[in-house]
């Protein structure tokens, strides 16, 4: 099985770098966090210049990939090969690319650290690529929390850097900002700066969210959750301004996971009408949200009846299997549009 990134990073911490890493998953935040961690702490830096290099899968095949992982190091005891973007590896998806990583993993060359950086996708984990990674190397699965783990990882994420923050604080960070923790986490980094230009004594140890509003509302960018609410609200044309800076920036805003995001969303709002008459206490149980977003929920519920949450499933099922080519040569940005169409339509 997958291990868990908190795992790794514990184990990198204490010194113990392993041939070779595969980091998959919807989450971003860990991903990148362990492969830094490897960046900046595998070799002094007097070492890096010959020994650290950097892929990126839309440049390079796997043979090339493979070739540079059996290199040795120059005058140090183990080279970096970081393959960021793997999931664009122009040949990943066929058989022999495939072979050859997964011969590799079975006997991976010690004094290498390899990385792969799969983000937004996962492998299958009953092939036998994934098994041969799992078994020989390591395979780490990065999954997105719920959102009702946020506050708690929000509390952790500040507790290390020495401050805390209010549950309002808290509620009004995960509405404006969302709960992708890449993003959460740049968005706090950004507010703290702010406190590093005080005075050390006046520091404030708690985060309030007056403080919030004043550093990071002004600077919010749109994300998956403005557009989630856009929809819920019935809101045509904020929804399509989101989706238009989403198609101006298909990079920082990649299709499958917006639609993964919608579906869950639409997901739940069958469980707002199948659950009325419980209790916001019980309701965010069932939706595994805090009890500050129910009413929000709700609200969405009341415009959207089961026949026309199905449709929107059904619709979303459409625009994920066109992200991925099956039918289909439209590009990201079309594809949502259409799809806002049918959602609103």
Same mark, same amino acid.
């Given at each position: 099985?997958?291990?868990?990134?908190?795992?790794?990073?514990?184990?990198?911490?204490?010194?113990?770098?392993?041939?070779?890493?595969?980091?998959?998953?919807?989450?971003?935040?860990?991903?990148?966090?362990?492969?830094?961690?490897?960046?900046?702490?595998?070799?002094?830096?007097?070492?890096?210049?010959?020994?650290?290099?950097?892929?990126?899968?839309?440049?390079?095949?796997?043979?090339?990939?493979?070739?540079?992982?059996?290199?040795?190091?120059?005058?140090?005891?183990?080279?970096?090969?970081?393959?960021?973007?793997?999931?664009?590896?122009?040949? @990943?998806?066929?058989?022999?690319?495939?072979?050859?990583?997964?011969?590799?993993?079975?006997?991976?060359?010690?004094?290498?650290?390899?990385?792969?950086?799969?983000?937004?996708?996962?492998?299958?984990?009953?092939?036998?690529?994934?098994?041969?990674?799992?078994?020989?190397?390591?395979?780490?699965?990065?999954?997105?929390?719920?959102?009702?783990?946020?506050?708690?990882?929000?509390?952790?994420?500040?507790?290390?850097?020495?401050?805390?923050?209010?549950?309002?604080?808290?509620?009004?960070?995960?509405?404006?900002?969302?709960?992708?923790?890449?993003?959460?986490?740049?968005?706090?980094?950004?507010?703290?700066?702010?406190?590093?230009?005080?005075?050390?004594?006046?520091?404030?140890?708690?985060?309030?969210?007056?403080?919030?509003?004043?550093?990071?509302?002004?600077?919010?960018?749109?994300?998956? @959750?403005?557009?989630?609410?856009?929809?819920?609200?019935?809101?045509?044309?904020?929804?399509?301004?989101?989706?238009?800076?989403?198609?101006?920036?298909?990079?920082?805003?990649?299709?499958?996971?917006?639609?993964?995001?919608?579906?869950?969303?639409?997901?739940?709002?069958?469980?707002?009408?199948?659950?009325?008459?419980?209790?916001?206490?019980?309701?965010?149980?069932?939706?595994?949200?805090?009890? @500050?977003?129910?009413?929000?929920?709700?609200?969405?519920?009341?415009?959207?009846?089961?026949?026309?949450?199905?449709?929107?499933?059904?619709?979303?099922?459409?625009?994920?299997?066109?992200?991925?080519?099956?039918?289909?040569?439209?590009?990201?940005?079309?594809?949502?549009?259409?799809?806002?169409?049918?959602?609103?339509?």
């Amino acid at each position: 099985m997958p291990k868990k990134p908190e795992e790794i990073l514990k184990d990198l911490q204490a010194g113990k770098f392993s041939p070779f890493y595969f980091l998959m998953g919807e989450e971003a935040f860990y991903i990148d966090k362990i492969s830094d961690y490897i960046e900046e702490n595998a070799l002094e830096k007097s070492e890096r210049s010959f020994n650290q290099i950097v892929l990126y899968g839309k440049d390079i095949q796997m043979k090339d990939i493979i070739s540079q992982a059996k290199q040795f190091p120059v005058m140090a005891m183990r080279q970096v090969v970081i393959v960021k973007e793997a999931q664009e590896i122009s040949d @990943f998806g066929k058989e022999e690319a495939k072979t050859q990583l997964q011969s590799y993993a079975q006997k991976a060359v010690p004094t290498t650290v390899l990385v792969f950086l799969y983000k937004h996708k996962k492998l299958a984990l009953n092939t036998k690529l994934a098994k041969a990674i799992d078994k020989h190397a390591i395979l780490v699965e990065s999954k997105p929390l719920y959102e009702n783990q946020v506050p708690a990882w929000i509390g952790n994420y500040l507790q290390q850097k020495k401050y805390r923050i209010t549950p309002d604080a808290t509620a009004w960070l995960i509405e404006n900002v969302g709960i992708e923790l890449s993003r959460l986490a740049n968005e706090i980094d950004k507010l703290l700066l702010n406190f590093g230009k005080a005075e050390a004594g006046s520091q404030p140890s708690q985060i309030t969210t007056e403080l919030v509003k004043k550093y990071i509302g002004t600077t919010k960018e749109y994300n998956v @959750f403005d557009l989630q609410r856009a929809i819920a609200q019935r809101n045509s044309l904020k929804a399509h301004k989101i989706i238009n800076m989403f198609a101006a920036n298909p990079k920082d805003n990649p299709i499958i996971p917006i639609v993964s995001s919608l579906f869950g969303y639409f997901c739940k709002l069958i469980l707002i009408h199948k659950n009325q008459g419980k209790s916001n206490n019980e309701l965010a149980s069932i939706l595994k949200v805090s009890p @500050f977003f129910v009413k929000d929920y709700a609200a969405a519920a009341r415009n959207y009846t089961i026949h026309k949450i199905l449709f929107v499933l059904h619709a979303l099922r459409i625009a994920d299997a066109q992200s991925k080519g099956i039918n289909s040569s439209a590009k990201d940005g079309e594809i949502l549009r259409e799809l806002a169409v049918r959602i609103l339509g």
